[in-house]
Each structure stands twice: as C-alpha cells, then as structure tokens.
C-alpha cells in the first residue's frame, strides 16, 4: 500500500512542477535569479530531475543513470520544451520503477548513505517527498514573485 502512496504523491507534485513550469508568462524568467534568490526555477527543476533519476532511477529502477550533481547548478538556459520534456521523461522513470517496487523493498537498507547515514528505503522515500515539495514551493514563489 505506500509503494502505492508514494508513487500517488510523487506523480502527483512532479506534475505539479510541470504545470509550474508551463505557467510562465516569459519563458526567459524560468532561469533569472535576483537579489538573494539565488537558484532560478530552471536550475531548481533541473536539480530535481537528477535528484529524482538517480535516487529512485537509479538506485532504485537499475536505470544506469550516472548523476553530475554539480552540473544541476550552473546557469544554464534549457528551453521551456526541453525542460518539460525531461520533467516528462522523469515521471515515466518514475512511474516505471514503482511499478515494479515491491512493498517488502521500503522496509530494506536503501543502497547508498543518506547525509552519511544508513537509512530504509522507505526513509529515502520520505525525504524525496519532502525535498520536492521544498523546491516546488520555491518554483512557486518564484514564478509568482519575479514573472511579472
């Protein structure tokens, strides 16, 4: 039943972020970054996309996804349709590991140290939904704030 839960409210808020996405008026302002905000919604989004393949696809799907976290905050100008349609494929990887997740995995040592400690699958999972949701508030504010 929470493999289930999980993958509900997972797709339910990447698709969240799509739509925050879609909704700029300027495309240009999915990447401005102003005064103290420091990480545009482009650069968190793209953060979220290699967070989300490598901690569910790879770890978890055997995708062979290789993460360059360091990457994920450069200035970087993807156009909006690129970026929706990594957001695309992402939920599809998503969507296709918890497919085939069985419930027994969530209570089993995830397979890498979270923040250098050793954490249960279902843990891991717990914190990716929190950590997607702190940056789509973020996208939110964002596109509210500077997409005038």
Not at 21 to 46: F, M, P
Not at 64 to 80: A, H, I, Q
Not at 126 to 142: A, F, R
Request: glycine share 6%; hydrophobic share 35%; with cysteine.
């Amino acid at each position: 039943m929470m493999v289930a839960v999980f993958k509900k409210i997972l797709l339910r808020d990447l698709g969240k972020l799509k739509t925050e996405i879609e909704l700029y008026r300027d495309e240009q302002r999915i990447w401005h970054a102003e005064k103290q905000i420091t990480n545009s919604a482009g650069t968190l989004c793209v953060h979220l996309i290699g967070s989300f393949n490598h901690f569910i696809g790879a770890q978890l799907g055997n995708t062979g996804y290789v993460r360059k976290r360091e990457l994920e905050f450069l200035p970087d100008s993807v156009p909006r349709a690129e970026l929706l349609k990594r957001l695309d494929d992402t939920i599809q990887v998503v969507a296709q590991t918890f497919d085939s997740l069985p419930e027994s995995k969530l209570e089993e040592e995830y397979p890498q140290p979270l923040f250098d400690e050793k954490v249960t699958t279902g843990h891991l999972l717990t914190h990716v939904v929190s950590h997607l949701n702190y940056h789509l508030g973020q996208v939110n504010y964002h596109r509210r704030l500077l997409d005038n």
